[in-house]
């Protein structure tokens, strides 16, 4: 490691630095605006000067931009030479010229970095007196607020919408002291990572439209971390409340998975905790329904489930501990999956691919690492955006790698890389079927259906290795790209297969596994990725449970069935005429759920539940990695419980005991280990309950958290008493310990002087590294280096049929999410339901665009507009999935189509 000077002391710093990310990893106060580092370098605000020496006797030394001058042995410079510190004062000076005096309403007030690094340079005086430069804001949608006249032009925004994210339609305009950032006229922002504006910007330019509607000073935010629940990426986020409802969820830094960034879906959609369409009450269907008190309901349950046989339904979307504890309530051989036995298959064929330890399971991080990405059939960008962003940042790596090699570039130069590399792209191979926003950075896109993706990818394997098995009747643009991709793919060091199941298609699953696994096998680091539906399908799938159509046939079997399940509307994941089959065979229905729907309807007991804010939790996500999310704040009302804690207390009145449980969640994991060993070490995914640092423990609130006092003063004059929570290592005030805590129960990222999110740094490792401690979450899939088994048989090549079409979902990436869809901002972006066609078969049926169709779907009729795609494959019928009030069908099956 080098060894520079900073103020004549000597420090061991790591090479390839550059001297601002060495002085911040170092734990030393140098102020920055531009600089990112995820964004890297351009040099653009001037703020991060210092003086550079030539050796010990230079007494003059030269101004450098500290975030463009590398580390190198021995060099000396110096943060607090006074011509620096001066010049670094004239700078922000010079760039507040303009900027308005409005910090007390300013929704970025007191968690600014412009604020920040203001009194960290010593500027305090405003000897500007005449007009400032005025602009107008934009409309910029329902998600991000525009306001204009507080740039400092730092070009943050641009840098990361355009270049990071691959925006189009923001952009900088004019020159000088003139530029503006914003679209070419008001609109919506279309790209699906726009919300990461509000971080990315030092000021408060950009800034969270939702959290304006209830805003609250950081300070003043309960928080707590948590993880996404809105796919099965499970990006860290840390969760905000104050007035017992949730105001924002901001991003938490994980080097492993979302890093400093996440999707629109995940960090708006969660104002579903606040809906008018939670449930509060519990309620009794005794015509009419109606609420009761927690008493009532007990005597209704206790008679209940004392008479006839019980199963439970479990839920992709419901904790480890919900679902465990349900398990546990009715029996092992009681217990199903909530989703359907198609889904419920290809999901086995995952766990079974994973847990054989052949293949490695990718994090994003892994994904960003790679010099080679072939997506087989997933839609990523809309079923896991924040997968899509990481592999737009591979193909822009993989493009910068030549440059850092050839001319020695470091990768934090991001402005001299960008000029070599041009339009030069990574390779990326995305075979969907239709076109996608990645297509733009891939170096080679295919459409197909689902079957012609399981061919190419068992043809490309036999390209590699002859050995492996070869389709059958294959024609020359099949063999064409399987041996273009196959070259490619024998050339990458760190190859990453990315494949999933909304496509259906089990061939597809199985050649995406052969590709990773001969990979792996000849010696190169290879990653595959199967993206689930949601999340915490992982981690259901792992326990190993019969699928709903088993339940079906279960009921079938006696009419005396009590039916209990958990946080899952099955109108969304099975057709609707199985499950109004499967209610009219059930004796009686208990539903724990937070929101009302479908399913919510038929519950003869209906039981509030905790949303993930109010409660703790584990989930796995798609890679296997298990994390906990912690408890935001208490709902107001105490019947809202969370799941496992409802279901433990149903076991005792099952076993009619009315003494109370104490279980805390880390118990409850260490069950689920002893029962079912494929989830060893999950219980050490964060502290125990009872963790506590020199005595302390770990505030929720920070140290500058106000109000406390007269929050309640409504209800009574003096303090109340802090409230207790037994089931975490975090307490709900001020007080606590107030170093760095464990990295998996982080609340908030603050530090001395730095009250904004830049304050990370302080919890790194170093600049964009793993977090002190390691990064949260346990991988429960190990690679073991055995020999894998190949799956031998390709599929046929797929024909189109008579009048029929193969009926497949489409997903959209901010409307098909269950709970995001009670988000009101993204209901706005979210599409009515519609069907797709291609342009071929639009032909055959006489449509034109915007035509009505209606389809039949196990006996049900739909009538929907249809779009034409001609990309898409002919004899395929794609439906919009997953949109608030549709109906889930019978995926990849044959269906008949008939113009309006």
Known sequence: MPVIFIDNISYNVKAGKNLLEASLALGLDLPYFCWHPALGSVGACRQCAVKVFKDENDPQGRLVMSCMEEVKEGLRFSINDKTATAFREQVIEWLMTNHPHDCPVCDEGGSCHLQDMTVMTGHDYRRYRFKKRTYRNQYLGPLVHHEMNRCIQCYRCVRYYRDYAGGKDLDVFAA??????????????????????AEVCPTGVFTDKTLKEHYTRKWDLTMAPSVCQHCSVGCNTIAGERYGSLRCIQNRYNSEVNGYFLCDRGRYGYEFVNSENRVTKPLLRNRPIEAVSEQELNNHLQVTLSTGSLIGIGSPRASMESNFALRQLVGVDNFYQGIS???????????????????HSASL????????????????WNTAPRMALSVLQTVRKMAAADATLQLKLPQWNDAAIKEFVQQEKGFLCNITLLNSPLDEVAASTLRMAPDDMARLGFAIVNQMDASQPAVDNPDDNLLYHAKSIAAVLQEAKRPVIISGVSVCNEGVINAAYNLAAFLTSSGKSAGLCYVVPECNSMGLAMMQAPSFDKAVRRIEETTDT???????????????????????????????????????????????????????????????????FYQVFMPSNPLIKETWRWLKELSLLRLQKSNGHNLHPDQLLAELETALPQFSGI??????????????????????????TAMLANQHVSEPKPLQDDDSPLSFTMEGYKGIPPSSAVPFFWAPG?????????????????LKGGDPGIKLFDLNGKQPTYFKEPPEAFHTRQEKWLLLPHYHVLGSGELSSYTRALQELSPAPYAILSANDAKRLALAGGANIRLSVAGKNYTLPVQLKKELPDGILLVTAGLLGADSMNWNSWIKVEKV
Do not use: M
């Open 176 to 197: 000088h002291n003139h530029v503006y950032f914003g679209r070419e006229s008001d609109g919506v922002l279309e790209s699906p990572f726009s919300g990461n504006l």
């Open 341 to 359: 036995e198609d889904e419920a298959y290809l999901l086995r064929k995952i766990i079974g691919v994973l847990s054989s330890g052949t293949v």
């Open 365 to 380: 991080k892994e994904i960003e690492q790679a010099d080679a990405v072939l997506i087989l059939g997933e839609d990523i």
């Open 562 to 628: 009590t039916v209990i399940l958990i946080e899952n509307d099955l109108y969304r994941s099975i057709p609707s005429e199985e499950v109004e089959y499967f209610f009219k065979r059930c004796k009686n229905l208990i539903v724990l759920d937070s929101l009302f729907h479908r399913t919510t309807e038929k519950a003869q007991a209906l039981i509030p539940v905790a949303s993930f804010a109010e409660g703790d939790g584990t989930i796995v996500n798609y890679e296997g990695r298990a994390q906990r």
């Open 683 to 708: 219980n050490q995914t964060a502290p125990a309950h009872n963790f506590s640092i020199h005595g302390e423990r770990i505030p929720r609130e920070p140290h500058r958290y106000s109000g406390r």
């Open 754 to 770: 730095w009250n904004s999110v830049q304050a990370v740094t302080r919890y790194q490792e170093e600049p964009g590294g793993s």
